[in-house]
């Protein structure tokens, strides 16, 4: 068993995973939808204008189709993980292609090897997210999950749903 597989770990990877489904159940529907979220132990939160109905009917959907085994709807290709892995990427290859330069010179002369390399490390690392998201952040089983609750508050002008899971 591995430590993805463990308690608060799982739960999180398996509400990370609705969360996503449920993003993309809405953005079928509604394409122009704008929506960002965040996953915990307890559920998610979704962060976007939409009515309450249909975030409570989205994550339902969603999960239903989890069960079903459709489960390219955990990977989201605006996930964080993905901005993660590429940063760190960008950041490695930027890293590596300055070892050894000490003077502002010679950094300077290295810059168009650094823009490259970085635009390379974007390029590498476009398949390296959604592979993270399927194997690490998000677990795409629900293993009897169920939605217990999906409610809506307000910060400022900005409508905030909370959806918590059980199991």
């Not at 999180?12 to 529907?29: D, F, G, K, M, P």
Request: hydrophobic fraction near 50%; charged fraction near 15%; charge should be positive.
């Amino acid at each position: 068993m591995s430590v993805l597989d463990w308690g608060p770990f799982s739960r999180i990877r398996r509400n990370h995973a609705l969360e996503h489904a449920t993003l993309q159940v809405l953005s079928a529907r509604r394409p122009t939808l704008r929506m960002g979220g965040y996953s915990d132990a307890q559920g998610f939160w979704l962060l976007g204008q939409a009515e309450l109905d249909e975030v409570a009917t989205a994550a339902q959907q969603a999960l239903q189709r989890l069960e079903g085994g459709e489960a390219t709807l955990a990977v989201h290709p605006n996930c964080g993980t993905n901005l993660v892995a590429a940063g760190l990427m960008a950041g490695s290859f930027a890293w590596l292609g300055m070892l050894g330069a000490r003077s502002f010179r010679s950094k300077l002369e290295r810059f168009p090897v650094i823009v490259s390399l970085v635009t390379l490390a974007l390029m590498l690392a476009q398949p390296v997210g959604p592979f993270l998201q399927a194997r690490v952040t998000t677990a795409a089983a629900p293993l009897g999950m169920q939605v217990v609750s999906v409610t809506r508050q307000m910060r400022g002008d900005m409508p905030m749903f909370r959806i918590l899971t059980r199991g």
